[in-house]
């Protein structure tokens, strides 16, 4: 594999007293923020002491000095819900959709998900690389620091190896936290036409136990949908996950409601993700079982739904609500998390502090990551970033644009303003 540019070999160490800052609010682990300046020392790639900077022990004064320069510190970011390696694009269907076709008729003609099939089996390794390589880096320079992968444009035990092999290769080179989720059943690859019970074995029996025992999976997902899988072809899935101890997830009540988040939550699934057809059901059982709402809005917007994810619902449940990009050539070809935070106020209506959460400390729960990830604490990696915003509203607020920042992944200073 080649070298990224902006890869960790070209980045510094962060370690040092980090002065003049003001803290975003909710920052912290419990949730809690500090009103006056803030300094931070980070040692040995973690935060070693956070706090008011007149607080600041002796014993730190002589470290090595980074000036933060009145900016706001915030937690790295976390894009809890991607599907980053694929080959092609889908443009066509765009312009289908604006002629009126629905995203099922677009499916059912042989397009959507399997169009990114035969371009990603057609691809080899190292060019399903470069091209996740470049998506990779425009999410990391907006300040992400985690992200999950999903396979599922292979379809084949060869093909998703591929994918996943690439996911976790992306985080080597780049110094990134990647989770995996095996999406083999994200639709019916074409060989297995009319056989779907037969497809469904192959991704319970031999894929997912071959993958897995090739440390390539960090978690499972379904897309549970009419034109994805049902609810029993979900719940075979989620077996075979359980029986080898692994997270499941699941793409749930997006275009219909399939009852599918009641069952994931049964399963103890890290999250749900689309919603826009959730009901009081799916709801009630991801409160119980602890389930993470992910809002997709990047997905709502491009195939212009209407249906809007019952928010008021999951907020007076108090179901923790991450906010996601979904990227993928079909549905939500964006690589800005922060638009997405903007979309979730605008779209769906949450605040600018909901939304904030939502892509930090709710999405590192989905990945469950929320002990290293999503919120600043001593103790935990340093993965920060310098906003030099005047107002935490602006993250949310502009959009169309990438506002100028410092990002400190794993320790390193790996990106910052040109
Ligand atoms: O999350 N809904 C299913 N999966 C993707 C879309 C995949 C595609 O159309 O390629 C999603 O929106
Ligand atoms: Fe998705």
Redesign the pocket.
Known sequence: MQTPSNSIAGSWDADGLWLNMRLMPGALVDGGSIATEVSMVVQRGLIAWLGASHELPQSCADLPRHDGGGALLGPALVDC?T?LVYGGQ?ASEFAMRLAGAS?EEVARAGG??VS?VRATREADEQTLFELAAKRLEALLAEGVCAIEIKS??GLSLEHERKQLRVARQLGKAYGVTVRTTFLGA?ALPPEYAGRSQDYIELVCKQMLPALHSEGLVDAVDV?C?RI?FSLAETEQVFQAAQALGLRVKL?AE?LSDMGGSALAARFGALSC??LEHLSSPGIAAMKAAGTVAVL?PG?YYALRDTHVPPIQALRDAGIPMAVST?H?????PTLSLLLMANMACTLFGLTVPEALDGITRHAARALGLQDTHGSLGVGRPANFVLWPLRDPAELAYWFGQRPACTVVRQGRIAVQPA
């Not at 993928?328 to 939500?332: A, D, I, L, V």
Request: net charge negative.
């Open positions: 819900h599907h889908r995203y959507g998900i990114s599922g444009y994200h897309f949908e994805g793409h997006q993700d689309h997709l997905a979904d993928n050539p079909g549905t939500s």
